[in-house]
């Protein structure tokens, strides 16, 4: 059966099954459970929901590992890291993973006598700080500059030492890279993004292939209070049929604009692993199966920057990225990231390609 087709049914019921195709959400805080409590598969909401459940089902056929999920992509990570990291405990983070992950690893990880290395993605720089470690996190791309690294030759060097290995997925999804498959311990995504698709929601995951990791990621969930709501994974789960084709209409229209830009006397630099300039292309060639849906450009300036926006007519100015519509923003007005004042992450949707690229271009103008 092809990755798709299984995609598409999964965590729904057999298709033999009489009545509906799927069940709703269930709303449910308490379950009855007369006697003793270990006879129920269903006892408190914290605990279960059978919505969770046909989620988790689906996604683990998508990233092929036991799945947990979590009320945000912040949630799961937090989980990981909560369940590995101990007092003295060395991690080793991407100089340039996302922000909040730096910020936490600052404050909490740093108060609970953690120890935090930090080295950028790009050309696998991270090998150098295994030694002693407990810990190592991947992010590739990372975003927003969407530099890569070699998952399997780093997962490789961490396992020689004894070093777990999470991979932060986001910005890949698990449609277009396989970390579990590669070797990682662990795989986060925030399900914000291109997995759910339609800026709407706000949930994470973590897979992995371990069994005993994923019943402590459980018991975390239930412990922390970090869980998902059943309308929000039960849309989650309807919009995850249409990951493949949203995921090939984005990434051949990002190769487009990427393309596009790469010619273009407006722009300095460009960045997305499917161009052949790409530092990494090799890398991100040999272990994704397209380049993803985020471009990330620099004009070089604020007053461009703003001024390209701001003559854009089908691409909204906002953040986050993965979402069906267009998406861009002059990524330095957060803080935090090391880009220039004109640097653009751009979140290519699912419009016509040609409309696209000509707004974009006539943006560029301007």
Request: hydrophobic share 45%; charged share 15%; proline share 5%.
């Amino acid at each position: 059966m092809q990755r798709e087709t299984a995609l598409l049914h999964a965590g729904y019921r057999a298709t033999g099954t009489p009545g509906s195709y799927g069940t709703g959400p269930v709303f449910s805080s308490t379950y009855v459970t007369p006697g003793d409590p270990a006879a129920h598969p269903l006892t408190y909401g914290r605990f279960h929901n059978p919505t969770w459940t046909a989620w988790e089902a689906a996604l683990s056929e998508l990233d092929g590992g036991e799945t947990v999920a979590f009320a945000s992509g912040m949630a799961a990570i937090s989980a990981v890291l909560g369940t590995t990291l101990s007092p003295g405990d060395v991690v080793v983070l991407p100089a340039d993973c996302y922000y909040t992950v730096r910020v936490i690893a600052g404050n909490w990880l740093a108060k609970i006598g953690v120890t935090v290395r930090q080295a950028p993605t790009a050309g696998n720089a991270q090998a150098e700080m295994l030694d002693g470690a407990r810990l190592l996190w991947l992010e590739t791309p990372s975003n927003p500059h969407l530099d890569v690294c070699d998952i399997r030759a780093l997962t490789e060097a961490a396992q020689a030492r004894g070093v777990l290995t999470v991979v932060d997925n986001t910005t890949a999804t698990a449609w277009l890279q396989q970390p579990l498959a590669l070797g990682a311990d662990f795989v986060v995504a925030s399900d914000t993004k291109a997995i759910t698709g339609h800026s709407d929601l706000i949930l994470g995951h973590t897979a992995t292939k371990k069994a005993e990791a994923a019943a402590a990621l459980r018991t975390w969930r239930t412990q922390h209070g970090a869980i998902p709501g059943p309308m929000e994974v039960w849309m989650a789960h309807r919009s995850l049929a249409t990951l493949p084709l949203r995921m090939e209409r984005q990434c051949g229209t990002a190769l487009r604009l990427a393309t596009a830009l790469a010619g273009h006397a407006a722009v300095t630099a460009v960045h997305y692993p499917w161009l052949p300039s790409h530092p990494a292309h090799a890398v991100a060639t040999r272990q994704m199966i397209a380049g993803g849906t985020v471009v990330s450009f620099d004009l070089g300036t604020r007053a461009k920057a703003e001024a390209f926006l701001g003559a854009l007519t089908l691409v909204r100015e906002a953040t986050s990225f993965g979402g069906v519509h267009s998406s861009a923003e002059r990524r330095a007005r957060w803080g935090g990231d090391a880009v220039s004042e004109g640097f653009i992450r751009f979140s290519v949707g699912c419009e016509a390609p040609d409309d696209l690229v000509d707004d974009v271009t006539r943006a560029l103008g301007a």
